[in-house]
């Protein structure tokens, strides 16, 4: 303490030479210790400047909310930038927030799918629960036991239905023992400690009839699950079409897979794939660029030809894939085109060609039919109409249709999980009817489906997913 206050005497010495206002005083400050307290007036200031009001604490508020500021404007990308933000980074950032939101909206699509997944998966189990619980309702009708040839014929439980001839030789000559009236064959020797006798008949299996025609044509009785065979990959394989030549022709074989990706306004591209497996697998052997684009999802494949709407017209393209060029063309009479007469899923449906097992057919309206569908049998070679049957399904109210054996289906619903083939009419009595065979649209927006008569199955495109289906038809 001696030697501060030294110090602090010298320098109030050294400061106060010449000024008579230096003062010193001495107390002891509220703990009870001795305190000294200097008061030197300023040589040269009157009053002493202002300070901060706070101090340093809102110095620090200050401070910590600038940086606040730089990043708001950071993440806003507004007009206050801190320092050493430029355009540059702005721009960054919100690309770099766009691509956020994108994956955020991309997986909540893919959680919904697997929530719709999840769901058809509990279906089908309440589905085979209660399967289980009618097989397990139904009764168990017991088995005939062994006959021991010490049970009498009227005790064993056996009885002769029809000719009692039938096992007439082994009442004639059955050897009695005794009065125990059992039956008994000579021609098996026995000892006299045989436990039994086993009965053995000959039995000729009789098939049950069947609805199913496996090599004719009949009614379509059911359709099986959907199996999927490959995803498009980008937003042009939305909608499409994928088909096989059910006669195919050199150079190309009945194996070879065609698609086309139909979202764009100039569809033009045709990919060939060697075998199902490398439509799988995403590697085409051949990409052919069509002469002339393409109109939605009605292209099929017959007899070596692509066929196909000419876009924004009623104009149909036979293009020979052999030689690469159009080999045939012709407007389809009357027929509605480019959004006057689609399926119920829009998409310039307007014509929808497909093959069957009699040969090449078209599915369109026009203003005569008012809407509703008219169906024709085309000649392939000219595409010449051959015969044509106006139905009473108006075709804006239909998802898509198809014809087997000469009849033709609809489809109820293109986004329906669980929807029906509601409709078919028959080109053979020219009348149709109401139906109702269960029809899955398994990813929800079926945007084409076709039946391809050499294999017996429907291709279809679902919402991306190149999809089939197994088909069942009944007698002729």
Same mark, same amino acid.
């Given at each position: 303490?001696?030697?501060?206050?030294?110090?602090?005497?010298?320098?109030?010495?050294?400061?106060?030479?010449?000024?008579?206002?230096?003062?010193?005083?001495?107390?002891?400050?509220?703990?009870?210790?001795?305190?000294?307290?200097?008061?030197?007036?300023?040589?040269?200031?009157?009053?002493?400047?202002?300070?901060?009001?706070?101090?340093? +604490?809102?110095?620090?508020?200050?401070?910590?909310?600038?940086?606040?500021?730089?990043?708001?404007?950071?993440?806003?990308?507004?007009?206050?930038?801190?320092?050493?933000?430029?355009?540059?980074?702005?721009?960054?950032?919100? +690309?770099?927030?766009?691509?956020?939101?994108?994956?955020?909206?991309?997986?909540?699509?893919?959680?919904?799918?697997?929530?719709?997944?999840?769901?058809?998966?509990?279906?089908?189990?309440? +589905?085979?629960?209660?399967?289980?619980?009618?097989?397990?309702?139904?009764?168990?009708?017991?088995?005939?036991?062994?006959?021991?040839?010490?049970?009498?014929?009227? *005790?064993?439980?056996?009885?002769?239905?029809?000719?009692?001839?039938?096992?007439?030789?082994?009442?004639?000559? @059955?050897?009695?023992?005794?009065?125990?009236?059992?039956?008994?064959?000579?021609?098996?020797?026995?000892?006299?400690?045989?436990?039994?006798?086993?009965?053995?008949?000959?039995?000729?299996?009789?098939?049950?009839?069947?609805?199913?025609?496996?090599?004719?044509?009949? +009614?379509?009785?059911?359709?099986?699950?959907?199996?999927?065979?490959?995803?498009?990959?980008?937003?042009?394989?939305?909608?499409?079409?994928?088909?096989?030549?059910?006669?195919?022709?050199?150079?190309?074989?009945?194996? /070879?897979?065609?698609?086309?990706?139909?979202?764009?306004?100039?569809?033009?591209?045709?990919?060939?794939?060697?075998?199902?497996?490398?439509?799988?697998?995403?590697?085409?052997?051949?990409?052919?660029?069509?002469?002339?684009?393409?109109?939605?999802?009605?292209?099929?494949?017959?007899?070596?030809?692509?066929?196909?709407?000419?876009?924004?017209?009623?104009?149909?393209?036979?293009?020979?894939?052999?030689?690469?060029?159009?080999?045939?063309?012709?407007?389809?009479?009357? @027929?509605?085109?480019?959004?006057?007469?689609?399926?119920?899923?829009?998409?310039?449906?307007?014509? *929808?060609?497909?093959?069957?097992?009699?040969?090449?057919?078209?599915?369109?309206?026009?203003?005569?039919?008012?809407?509703?569908?008219?169906?024709?049998?085309?000649?392939?070679?000219?595409?010449?109409?051959?015969?044509?049957?106006?139905?009473?399904?108006?075709?804006?109210?239909?998802?898509?249709?198809?014809?087997?054996?000469?009849?033709?289906?609809?489809?109820?619903?293109?986004?329906?999980?669980?929807?029906?083939?509601?409709? /078919?009419?028959?080109?053979?009595?020219?009348?149709?009817?109401?139906? @109702?065979?269960?029809?899955?649209?398994?990813?929800?927006?079926?945007?084409?489906? *076709?039946?391809?008569?050499?294999?017996?199955?429907?291709?279809?495109?679902?919402?991306?997913?190149?999809?089939?289906?197994?088909?069942?038809?009944?007698?002729?």
């Amino acid at each position: 303490m001696w030697l501060l206050l030294n110090v602090c005497v010298f320098c109030l010495l050294q400061y106060g030479e010449g000024q008579d206002r230096a003062t010193l005083w001495r107390g002891n400050d509220r703990s009870g210790h001795c305190q000294y307290t200097f008061t030197v007036p300023s040589p040269s200031e009157t009053s002493c400047p202002p300070t901060a009001s706070g101090g340093p +604490e809102i110095e620090g508020l200050k401070t910590r909310l600038s940086l606040l500021e730089v990043l708001v404007a950071r993440l806003t990308g507004g007009e206050t930038r801190g320092p050493g933000l430029g355009a540059g980074s702005q721009a960054g950032l919100q +690309e770099a927030l766009t691509q956020a939101m994108g994956d955020r909206s991309l997986l909540q699509g893919e959680k919904e799918d697997l929530e719709r997944d999840v769901e058809g998966l509990q279906r089908r189990v309440e +589905e085979m629960r209660r399967e289980t619980e009618r097989l397990k309702s139904r009764p168990c009708y017991p088995q005939s036991p062994l006959v021991p040839p010490s049970v009498p014929l009227q *005790d064993s439980g056996l009885r002769l239905a029809g000719d009692a001839g039938v096992l007439s030789h082994l009442v004639s000559n @059955a050897g009695r023992q005794g009065d125990t009236g059992s039956l008994r064959d000579p021609a098996w020797r026995y000892g006299d400690n045989a436990g039994f006798q086993e009965l053995k008949a000959e039995v000729t299996e009789i098939p049950a009839p069947s609805t199913e025609d496996s090599t004719g044509c009949g +009614e379509l009785i059911s359709i099986g699950e959907p199996v999927s065979h490959r995803k498009a990959d980008s937003i042009a394989g939305k909608y499409g079409v994928w088909m096989q030549d059910p006669e195919a022709v050199a150079p190309y074989g009945g194996k /070879m897979v065609w698609r086309i990706d139909t979202v764009g306004s100039e569809v033009r591209q045709l990919f060939g794939y060697e075998d199902m497996d490398q439509l799988s697998k995403g590697y085409p052997s051949k990409v052919l660029l069509l002469p002339e684009p393409v109109e939605s999802t009605g292209a099929t494949l017959y007899r070596g030809s692509l066929y196909y709407q000419r876009r924004r017209s009623r104009t149909l393209l036979r293009y020979d894939l052999a030689s690469e060029s159009i080999a045939a063309r012709r407007d389809l009479p009357h @027929a509605g085109f480019h959004g006057q007469f689609p399926y119920s899923w829009g998409g310039y449906t307007d014509v *929808d060609l497909g093959v069957d097992e009699q040969g090449l057919w078209a599915v369109y309206s026009t203003n005569k039919a008012k809407g509703a569908i008219v169906v024709s049998q085309l000649d392939p070679h000219s595409l010449a109409v051959k015969r044509s049957w106006e139905t009473s399904i108006r075709k804006n109210s239909v998802a898509n249709a198809f014809v087997i054996c000469g009849r033709l289906y609809t489809v109820a619903s293109y986004t329906a999980p669980n929807t029906t083939i509601n409709f /078919m009419f028959d080109t053979a009595t020219g009348q149709g009817k109401q139906v @109702a065979l269960p029809f899955r649209n398994k990813y929800r927006y079926n945007s084409m489906v *076709d039946y391809n008569p050499a294999q017996r199955k429907l291709h279809a495109w679902d919402n991306f997913h190149m999809v089939s289906y197994d088909i069942r038809l009944g007698h002729q």
